[in-house]
């Protein structure tokens, strides 16, 4: 699987928009992007994935670049519950034998 | 509440010891993962059962065994535990084996070695 660059943490303020960059530039056709979050100490949650294609669900969305080579998850209103560290994970969705391999991820601060 | 359910929460033991930790997948999916989340390695992959069968091993030691049943609940054993082994051991499931849509995480059980 590709690896994956975030910055380690970052800061919001609440109610305004969470772009959280991620950069996978050896990233191959075949691979997804994936993205999950843990809000402390809870088990990681599913947020959304994509191949190449923007994506939009109700939690957020996400923007993958022409070259496929960087993404970025958007929370669009974020609230103090969207304070987690988010994962973005690279990886053939169809790959037998292999799981989710999760590296350090982003820390996402939201503050009033 | 995800669907996925882990037990017990909460579990204190000594070194040495052995102990299990369940889990029962979300209703529905076939495949069952094990994590271990340790405050300096953060989530470590484990082992993955789909349908009862061994399907992916991640850095599992060999004092780790696990197994799904027919029910497809699984069970994760660890034997001769070390300090070192406290940590957080989240269980996750998906409908295929693949886990193409994603997994969905239990809220783990919490593991201290005295």
């Known amino acids: 699987d590709a690896k994956t660059t975030q910055p380690p943490s970052m800061d919001c303020a609440e109610g305004r928009a969470a772009n959280l960059p991620c950069n996978h530039s050896t990233i191959s056709g075949n691979e997804y992007v994936y993205w999950y979050r843990q809000i402390h100490s809870q088990g990681p949650q599913y947020i959304i994935h994509g191949l190449k294609n923007n994506e939009t669900n109700e939690m957020a969305s996400l923007i993958i670049t022409e070259d496929r080579k960087s993404s970025t998850l958007i929370l669009p209103h974020a609230t103090l519950r969207d304070t987690a560290v988010y994962y973005c994970i690279v990886r053939v969705a169809d790959q037998a034998g292999t799981a989710l391999i999760f590296g350090k991820g982003t820390t996402l601060s939201v503050s009033s | 509440d995800s669907g996925v359910t882990q037990t017990p929460k909460h579990l204190i033991t000594a070194t040495g010891q052995r102990v299990t930790l369940r889990c029962s997948p979300r209703s529905g999916d076939l495949s069952v993962y094990w994590y271990q989340q340790s405050l300096d390695q953060g989530l470590q992959f484990l082992i993955q059962y789909y349908n009862g069968e061994e399907r992916a091993k991640g850095n599992i030691l060999e004092r780790f065994s696990a197994q799904q049943f027919p029910d497809l609940h699984s069970e994760l054993n660890l034997s001769s535990l070390e300090l070192g082994d406290s940590a957080l051991y989240f269980c996750?499931?998906?409908?295929?084996?693949?886990?193409?849509?994603?997994?969905?995480f239990g809220s783990g059980t919490r593991l201290t070695v005295v």
């Open positions: 996750a499931s998906s409908v295929g084996s693949m886990g193409v849509y994603g997994y969905t």
